[in-house]
């Protein structure tokens, strides 16, 4: 590997170190400004240029950052709106950094299959402090959800099961598609036991995203590949896997039971419900919350539908909105809107969400598909699937990790395709 390829691959490490090290903020600053600095130096400028041309999604990226930056300056609430700004920023350094690279695929390759390894070894720390706070404490509590991901990494559980998912695509990939790979017997340890944190880390929508992508997958490799019995046995092993961690961690299963129970009233006053206490229809769950506010967040859309309330001013509208419903529980826990796209929608108007889904969604998945990538094309429809049912840019892991991998799996693409 030569060396300015090196240099890369060890800043790329670091600064996916440094997430799972959310207190050290300067760290994760140090590591940022070393992926930015190292990527600018990559090529030349003429070879940058170049690029642009041919990965016209970064321009498309770059108008919607313009468009916050507008929507910042229009809002009435400007500190408010230089905050949200301040965690979107990932999403105009990344592209215009990393994004105008070429690496060579066998070393993106590399870099992912690090940050694939780095993943497991952090959650294995997780599970192992989680056992002995269970064992210690009689609370098996603590094996689950945000109890099991924030006291090493200080990230909620949704943000590490989205790794988690990537994790295993990469292992996957690794496993099925690198023919000369050694030590095969540990990625398939590997992704199973990823299996179990995803399901321990219990994000109900990452967790769909994965079992249907195994299945999806297993099938593709029947048919496509006539394994009939690897596939057959793949299938087998996932509803095999499923049954036995159901049976051995059964508080999951109250995440799901929380999707039957989506009737709300604004103005009830019940408690959250949580994946350690019974779940009854006089609860805020995770699915009626969502629905509740999804319905505030389209009366709020409808003010203004095309350039939106703007960046500055869309929480102290959302909660007037909250207000004029009497719904207490949004207003006293300052629930935000649960959907990336919905979150823009209100925010830049349907100009905002036009652009963010044509630089961010669309072209990169054209062009993974284009040059047949299909691991980049997982990875990228599990972000889009993922913001349906969170708000990712309103924390900075959020922007950090979508910022950062829609480009960098598009490091290997030159054409214009």
């Known amino acids: 590997m030569p060396v300015r390829d090196k240099l890369f691959f060890i800043t790329i490490i670091f600064f ?226 499923v049954f036995l961690v159901f049976k051995f961690f059964p508080k999951t299963i109250n995440r799901f039971k929380e999707l039957s129970y989506t009737q709300f009233q604004f103005q009830q006053t019940g408690p959250e419900s949580h994946y350690n206490m019974a779940v009854d229809t006089g609860q805020w769950n995770g699915a009626n919350t969502r629905l509740a506010v999804w319905q505030c967040g389209w009366q709020l859309f409808k003010q203004a539908p095309l350039w939106g309330v703007h960046l500055g001013d869309k929480k102290a509208k959302l909660m007037e909105v909250y207000r004029e419903k009497n719904f207490q529980f949004a207003i006293r826990t300052e629930k935000n809107l649960h959907n990336n796209y919905f979150d823009i929608a209100v925010s830049l108007g349907l100009a905002g969400l036009v652009l963010f889904l044509v630089g961010w969604i669309l072209l990169p998945i054209r062009k993974a598909w284009r040059h047949r990538d299909g691991l980049a094309l997982l990875i990228m429809l599990t972000f889009a699937i993922a913001m349906i049912t969170e708000n990712y840019f309103d924390r900075s892991l959020g922007s950090m990790l979508f910022g950062f991998f829609i480009p960098f799996l598009l490091s290997d693409k030159t054409s214009k395709s």
């Open 16 to 241: 996916i170190c440094s997430l799972f090290l959310p207190s050290l903020q300067t760290l994760n600053f140090i590591s940022v400004v070393a992926v930015i600095i190292v990527s600018i130096s990559y090529s030349s400028f003429k070879d940058k240029l170049q690029l642009l041309s041919q990965r016209r999604y970064i321009i498309w990226m770059t108008v919607f950052f313009i468009l916050l930056i507008l929507s910042l300056f229009l809002s009435s609430n400007q500190k408010a709106g230089f905050r949200y700004l301040d965690s979107r920023l990932p999403l105009i350094y990344f592209p215009l950094s990393l994004g105008l690279i070429h690496l060579k695929k066998d070393v993106r390759d590399k870099i992912l299959l690090s940050i694939a390894i780095l993943v497991t070894i952090v959650v294995s720390i997780c599970l192992g402090y989680g056992i002995y706070r269970s064992v210690t404490f009689q609370n098996t509590a603590f094996l689950y959800n945000d109890s099991l991901s924030e006291p090493i990494t200080g990230q909620q559980s949704i943000y590490i099961s989205l790794l988690v998912n990537l994790a295993i695509y990469i292992f996957s990939w690794f496993l099925f598609y690198k023919k000369q790979l050694r030590y095969k017997p540990l990625l398939v340890l590997a992704i199973l036991f990823l299996f179990i944190i995803s399901f321990l880390l219990a994000s109900r929508n990452l967790m769909l995203v994965l079992y249907a992508s195994t299945l999806g997958f297993s099938f593709y490799y029947i048919i496509k590949q006539e394994k009939y019995l690897e596939g057959a046995t793949l299938i087998m092993g996932l509803l095999i896997g």
